[in-house]
């Protein structure tokens, strides 16, 4: 039989490390398998927005809660690598009042996540409606080898 040992480079593998260490983080936060952490404590571990990444053949998809953001508090950068959200939630109290309960706050938010195929940053399309934001990323087309035949001097 026959045993082929295949290395992988130092960049695959921070990346299955930081995924793990997302997919950690994700279960922690879960407010189902959570329920038994103070909610402060939750919210103090996620200020950030919960996203889903989902792909097709020819796109990318980020999905993102934002509850209580407004569009104008909303920013994307994005590059052919990796995209940010970042924006702000402000929360007021009315003039007079007093919190009795306060689980929601105003909170600040970056999130970058690196795409794992490269992206045409020149054709990104976001939507937002009803708190979630919708970012579709077209994949860039793969690069074309083509052999180059060698001409005799």
């Known amino acids: 039989m026959n045993t082929q040992t295949i290395l992988t480079p130092a960049a695959n593998a921070m990346d299955s490390l930081r995924q793990e ?6 279960r922690v936060t879960t407010t189902s398998l959570a329920s038994h952490l103070p909610t402060r404590f939750l919210h103090s571990l996620r200020a950030h927005p919960a996203i889903n990444m989902l792909e097709d053949d020819d796109n990318l998809y980020i999905e993102a809660e934002l509850p209580g953001v407004q569009l104008s508090d909303l920013e994307i950068n994005a590059s ?10 402000l929360l007021d109290n009315p003039a007079n009042g007093t919190s009795i309960r306060r689980e929601r706050s105003t909170i600040k938010f970056a999130r970058t996540m690196k795409m794992p195929v490269h992206v045409e940053a020149d054709h990104i ?16 087309r793969p690069e074309r080898t083509r052999r180059i035949d060698i001409q005799e001097a």
């Open 80 to 89: 052919d690598h990796s995209i940010t959200i970042s924006g702000t939630r």
């Open 21 to 26: 260490i997302d997919r950690i983080y994700d």
């Open 125 to 140: 399309d976001a939507s937002f409606a009803g708190g979630i934001l919708t970012v579709k990323l077209p994949k860039a």
